[in-house]
C-alpha cells in the first residue's frame, strides 16, 4: 500500500491496524515533498477549479459537492503511465 505521510496516515489508531497487519500487507511511503507521485493528488488537481469556483452557504453544501463530483467523475488516470510519466 502507497500512503503519504498525511496525519491521518500517521494516528495512533492507523499505526495499531498496520501492526496487527504487518504479516499481510507492505506499506510505502511517498517521498516528502512529492505529490507528482500521488495520483490522488492529481484527481483533486483536476477538480478543485470546479468546486471551488463556486458559493457554499455552509460547510455541508461544500460537502455534499465534493462528496457528489468525485462519486461520478471519471479521471481515465492510466496509474502506471502516471507514475512513470513522474520519475521522468
Not at 496516515?9 to 510505502?28: A, F, G, P, Q
Not at 460547510?59 to 507514475?83: A, C, D, E
Request: charged content about 25%.
Amino acid at each position: 500500500m502507497f500512503v503519504d505521510r498525511a496525519t491521518q496516515h500517521r494516528s495512533k489508531i492507523v499505526k495499531k491496524y498496520l501492526y496487527r497487519n504487518k504479516d499481510n500487507m507492505k506499506i510505502e511511503y511517498f517521498p516528502i515533498g512529492s505529490p507528482e507521485f500521488n495520483a490522488v493528488e492529481e484527481c483533486w488537481k483536476q477538480g478543485k477549479h470546479t468546486i471551488l469556483s463556486n458559493y457554499y452557504p455552509n460547510f455541508q453544501s461544500l460537502r455534499n459537492m465534493v462528496s457528489q463530483y468525485y462519486r461520478t467523475r471519471r479521471f481515465n488516470l492510466n496509474i502506471k503511465k502516471y507514475l512513470v510519466r513522474s520519475t521522468n
